[in-house]
């Protein structure tokens, strides 16, 4: 199975700060997402990163797969309220069948104070 | 073009009773998925459906079971309902390696 891990699991931070969410793997990826949730909604889907080294933006997000194509991060500048939520990340690779099933990872929730 | 649909919204049931929760995907989405998300365990995958067909499971017993229709809507059911699975069940349409999920379904078992 393969298994992703995000850091840090909580982050609190006051408006205006910056801050980095990793997610990481020991398994390859053929692409990641990273998806927001509200709370009692479902995630929603902020990017897909399908190439190793990758870098996409997002207003102030940034977005950046890993060589290697086993982690990414998740950069967001100048926090603002609005950004609260959880930030899952997901790795997909090919199964059996030709299904993609993404593996989640569980999450940093951030809370960013106005 | 509409997004991922999940109805109900909101759903209490009482131990031993039953549940289908209905999913209708993106158009021209062919395969949809259903995750269970509780603060433990975060989004744990059930299972996948593809053109009618269950292409893959996950590590769920049986009383957990689903289908899917001709025009891609699908179900899923759980019997016996335990106090476990108090959950918000949440159901995804997927093309390619692409997936966007529905609002989802908080169930609450009492």
């Known amino acids: 199975t393969q298994l992703l891990e995000q850091s840090p699991q909580f982050l609190s931070i006051q408006e205006g700060e910056n801050l980095t969410v990793y997610c990481n793997s020991s398994?390859?990826?053929?692409?990641l997402q990273w998806y927001r949730q509200e709370p009692g909604e479902g995630p929603v889907l902020l990017v897909t990163?399908?190439?190793?080294?990758e870098v996409k933006k997002l207003k102030r997000l940034t977005f950046q797969f890993g060589d290697a194509r086993k982690d990414s991060s998740l950069h967001i500048t100048a926090a603002q309220p609005g950004d609260t939520g959880l930030y899952l990340c997901?790795?997909?690779?090919?199964?059996?069948?030709?299904?993609?099933?993404?593996?989640f990872g569980r999450g940093t929730s951030l809370i960013v104070h106005p | 073009k509409a997004g991922v649909t999940q109805t109900p919204r909101y759903l209490i049931k009482t131990r031993g009773q039953q549940v289908t929760l209905s999913c209708s995907p993106i158009?021209?989405?062919?395969?949809v998925s259903w995750y269970q998300q509780t603060p433990g365990q975060g989004l744990q995958f059930l299972f996948e459906?593809?053109?009618?067909?269950?292409?893959n499971k996950g590590n769920f017993p049986g009383r957990f079971s689903g289908r899917q229709f001709s025009n891609s809507r699908s179900e899923m059911n759980v019997s016996t309902l335990e106090l476990g699975d108090s959950a918000l069940y949440l159901c995804?349409?997927?093309?390619?390696?692409?997936?966007?999920f529905g609002q989802g379904t908080r169930l609450t078992v009492v």
């Open positions: 995804a349409s997927s093309l390619g390696e692409v997936t966007f």
């Open positions: 398994s390859v990826f053929s692409s």
């Open positions: 990163v399908v190439t190793g080294g």
């Open positions: 997901a790795g997909s690779g090919p199964l059996s069948g030709g299904s993609y099933i993404p593996t």
């Open positions: 158009s021209g989405h062919r395969s």
């Open positions: 459906y593809f053109s009618e067909t269950q292409r």
